[in-house]
């Protein structure tokens, strides 16, 4: 079935730990978007990335990065996590910049 | 950069109609997307305008008027399962052209 898939599902983790959050489309998407959903602040763009080899920083870019070596895969690395990290996080592809996006299942992520 | 209000929770009852607002300020607005998300899943996508006036996709219908800064999502014939948050995001001719988000409308629907 055609979709967005990410892994894991969901982690506990260490603070001080890096942790790469892993993203794969299979719908030969353009644009890729990481975001973070927290309680009663919505969804915010962490990182996105409109083609292959392109990547640009959203509006809570901060403590993360990001890759887009292919089309298909936009993984997200927490270089050294924090517990203000703790969060529901959902990567999102489009065709291009232009269109709807579909989401992937999430991961939740608990910084400890 | 962008301002988008929404309110934060409506009930309504099964069969019902139910409009949930969403409001914003940009400073150049390119187009307004619906999204539905129930609890612990992904958002799905509803609808998208970019013109004035409305679209209609089933039960659901969404308005927009860019002269007012405000859009609508009408639920017509509610049932329970519409239970879920409804996500308004905004795009702007500035900046990264990606949409922003607002924080959402919980919409519970009750018997």
């Known amino acids: 079935i055609a979709g967005i898939t990410q892994a894991p599902t969901s982690q506990i983790l260490a603070a001080g730990r890096r942790m790469t959050l892993r993203c794969t489309q299979d719908m030969r998407h353009n644009a890729m978007y990481w975001y973070r959903q927290d309680l009663g602040l919505g969804l915010r763009l962490i990182h996105y990335?409109?083609?292959?080899?392109?990547?640009g920083k959203g509006e809570v870019p901060d403590g993360y990065s990001v890759s887009r070596a292919n089309t298909d895969d936009f993984p997200l690395t927490l270089a050294s996590a924090v517990p203000s990290q703790t969060s529901v996080y959902f990567c999102?592809?489009?065709?291009?910049?232009?269109?709807?996006?579909?989401f992937g299942q999430g991961t939740r992520l608990t910084v400890v | 950069g962008q301002n988008i209000d929404q309110p934060t929770e409506m009930t309504a009852t099964e069969g019902a109609i139910v409009q949930i607002n969403c409001t914003y300020q940009t400073s150049g607005f390119n187009g307004l997307f619906w999204y539905q998300q129930h609890a612990g899943e992904a958002p799905t996508f509803l609808s998208y305008?970019?013109?004035?006036g409305l679209e209609e996709k089933g039960r659901f219908s969404s308005f927009l008027s860019r002269s007012k800064g405000y859009s609508y999502l009408l639920l017509k014939e509610l049932q329970m399962k519409d239970s879920a948050s409804y996500l308004c995001?905004?795009?702007?001719?500035?900046?990264?052209?990606?949409?922003?988000f607002g924080r959402g409308t919980s919409l519970i629907v009750h018997p």
């Open positions: 305008n970019v013109l004035d």
């Open positions: 999102a592809s489009s065709e291009d910049r232009d269109t709807e996006a579909f």
């Open positions: 990335s409109n083609t292959a080899g392109t990547t």
């Open positions: 995001a905004v795009r702007d001719t500035g900046g990264s052209y990606i949409p922003t």
